[in-house]
C-alpha cells in the first residue's frame, strides 16, 4: 500500500522534495570520489586493473544491491530513520577514502560508505514519486537531477581538496552530510510502517515480479555503461591522453558527464508522457551507446568535454521512467520495488564491471568500454518491451485525472511528494 503520514513533515510538501533533493547532491558529491581518485590509489596502492575493478564493484554492490532489502526494512521499521542514518554513516565514511592507507582500509571504507548511500535512495525516490505527484516521472526527474548535480560537483572539489591539502583533506567533505543528516531526523514526515514486520517477506512478495525484474535488468546494462564512463575514461585519459592523475581535467570530464546526465534524467519525465515510454526509453538507450563510443575518438579538450556530455544526457533519460514503472509494478511495496531496480540493477552492474576489469587487463581499456556500449541495444529493445506492458508507462497516463487522491480509504493523507 501507499505510504501514510502518521506525524507531518516540520516543512511544506515541496520544501521537503527540495530538501531532499539538496541531500541528494550531498550525498552523491561524496559518492563520486571513487571515480577521480582512481588513478591517484592506483599509483599510490601500486593497484592493478582487477583490483580498481574489485573496488568499483565493491562500492556499486553495496549502494545499489543492497537497495531493495533497505527499501523493504525502511518500508516496515521506518523511513525517517533509515533516511538520517544513512546519510550520516555514507557522510563519515566515504570523506575517509582519502587517508586509506591500505587495499583492505579502502575497501572496508567503500563498503560501509555504499551501504549508508542505499539506505537513502529508494526512500527519497518513494517520497517524491509517490501517490500525491501529478507527473511522478518528473518529480524523480528532478529529484535525480539533484543527486547528478552533487555528483558532477563531488570531482571539482575532491581534486581541489587532493591538490591543495593532499588525500587525507578529504575527511572534512564529511561535514555537510552530518549536518544535513540531523536536518533530516528533524523535519522528514513520520510514515506508517507497511505491516508484516518481515523486510524480506514484503520484497519477495510485493516488488518481484516479472516486470521488476525485467526493469532491473535495463538498468544494470544502463548503469555498466555509466559506471565505464566514470571509472574507465579516467584510467583511459591518463594512460591514453597522458592526462595527470591529479589533473583538473578528470574532475570536470565527469562533472560535465554528470551534469547533463540531470538534465536527461528531468528532459526524460518531460519526453515519457507525450511520445510514450517505449519509445523515449528505446531510443535514448540506443543513442547512449553510440554516444560512448564517440567518446573514444574525441579529441582531448572540448571536443571529447561534448561527447561525455552528450553520452550522460542520453544515458539518464530513462533512468526516472525505469522507476516510475517500477512503482507501477509492485503498488504493495513501492520503496522495496524502487530499490529492487535502480539499486538491484546498478548492484547487478557492479558485478558485471568486475568482468569489465578482466577484459581491461586482457584486451585493454578501449575494448571494455566498447562492450558496454554494445550491451545498450539488447537493453533498449527489453526497455521498450517492458515499458510498454507497464500500466503507468505511456502516454497520458500521468495526467492528473490517472493519480490517485491524495487520501486513503480512512481519509488519512498520504505521503505528498
Known sequence: MPHVVTRASRLKPGQVAALLALVHAANDSLTAILGPLLPTMRDRLDLGPTALALLVTIFTVSSSATQPTLGAMADTFGLRKFAAAGVAIAAVTLSLVGSAASFGVLFMLLTLG??????FHPIS?????????????????????????????GPIVILMVLVNYGPAGTAWL????????GILWWVLPEYEPHGTGRALRILDRGALNRQTIALTAVTALTALSFLSFTSTIP????????????????GWTVATFAVSAGLGA???????PRFGYPATGGVSLVATGAALVSVLYAPLGAPLLVAGSLMGFLSYISQPL????AQAAAPSAPTAAAGLVFGGGSGLAGLLYLGSGLIQAEFGL???????AALLVPAAMLAAYVLQAVPLASPGALAPSAVPSAEDASGRPRSAA
Open 235 to 250: 584510467l583511459w585519459l591518463v594512460d591514453h591522453h597522458d592526462v595527470a592523475s591529479d589533473s583538473p581535467f578528470l
Open 366 to 372: 578501449e575494448v571494455a568500454i566498447a562492450t558496454s
Open 125 to 153: 525516490t518513494s517520497i517524491v514519486g509517490g501517490p500525491s505527484s501529478k507527473n511522478p516521472a518528473l518529480a524523480v526527474g528532478v529529484f535525480t537531477a539533484g543527486g547528478m548535480v552533487g555528483f558532477a560537483l
Open 266 to 272: 528531468v528532459v526524460g519525465g518531460f519526453l515519457a
Open 174 to 181: 564529511m561535514v555537510p552530510g552530518l549536518l544535513l543528516a
Open 114 to 119: 555504499g551501504l549508508g548511500s542505499a539506505a
Open 322 to 325: 525505469t522507476i516510475v514503472a
